[in-house]
């Protein structure tokens, strides 16, 4: 049973750049959250997905968005990448019908450096 | 909007000793759920205990225990036996009846001492 999955591992990208970020939820998961961890912090909340629509978002600026496919994986774009965009990008999938009580479950994060 | 405070940037013990990691919390909300996350340098966060404030017994997962004080808005984890593999970051965790997202403190690193 795959759990939670996100590529690339690493990732360099020049200030003013776009990147994308992919996670794959665990079998059976329908839901993916995406946080930002900067370094030496916990993790923030960015936004979540569920059926292919965001539902809640996190205070994050609009160069920050999302998607999510018909097969429950979902991408996070970033625009005009800053400096202090500089941080692990972590996923998190879960079952939406299990509410407040289901766990999400991580994947291993990107590491996002830009320089 | 829930806050959450961990008071402890380091702390360390030796092995087969006992820590106890702090965390407290604020919200309005009467029902809710808090987390202990365990996240090693592969970097993945792994669950370590969970608790629904609904419930008064201390949550307990083999040498993980929690003492959830719902009034104090407490929540800290205690680690018995202490073995090399726990060496980590710990975070504390909440997240509300009705929302999805959790909210995390800033973590504490967790070092063990052979």
């Known amino acids: 049973d795959a759990g939670v999955t996100q590529s690339p591992t690493h990732l360099i990208k020049t200030r003013g750049q776009q990147v994308t970020l992919r996670c794959s939820p665990k079998?059976?998961?329908?839901?993916v959250s995406w946080y930002q961890q900067a370094l030496g912090q916990g993790p923030q909340f960015i936004f979540q997905?569920?059926?292919?629509?965001?539902?809640q978002r996190g205070n994050f600026p609009d160069r920050f968005s999302g998607h999510q496919f018909p097969n429950y994986s979902s991408e996070l774009n970033v625009n005009a990448l800053l400096l202090g965009d500089s941080a692990l990008y972590l996923c998190?999938?879960?079952?939406?019908?299990?509410?407040?009580?289901?766990?999400?479950?991580f994947g291993p994060g990107t590491r996002l450096t830009v320089t | 909007a829930q806050t959450v405070t961990q008071s402890q940037p380091e702390m360390s013990v030796q092995e087969a000793e006992t820590v106890t990691l702090s965390c407290t919390y604020d919200?309005?909300?009467?029902?809710?759920?808090l987390f202990w996350y365990k996240q090693p340098p592969s970097r993945q966060m792994i669950l370590v205990i969970r608790?629904?404030?609904?419930?008064?017994q201390n949550a307990t997962e083999n040498r993980f225990s929690v003492n959830f004080q719902k009034a104090a808005k407490s929540f800290s984890l205690k680690i018995s036996d202490s073995q090399l593999g726990d060496a980590a970051m710990y975070f504390c965790?909440?997240?509300?009846?009705?929302?999805?997202?959790?909210?995390f403190g800033q973590g504490t690193r967790l070092t063990i001492n052979p």
């Open positions: 998190a999938s879960s079952l939406f019908s299990s509410g407040a009580r289901g766990e999400q479950y």
């Open positions: 079998s059976g998961h329908d839901t």
């Open positions: 997905y569920y059926e292919e629509e965001e539902r």
């Open positions: 919200t309005s909300e009467s029902d809710y759920y």
């Open positions: 608790q629904e404030a609904y419930k008064q």
């Open positions: 965790a909440y997240k509300g009846v009705g929302a999805q997202k959790l909210v």
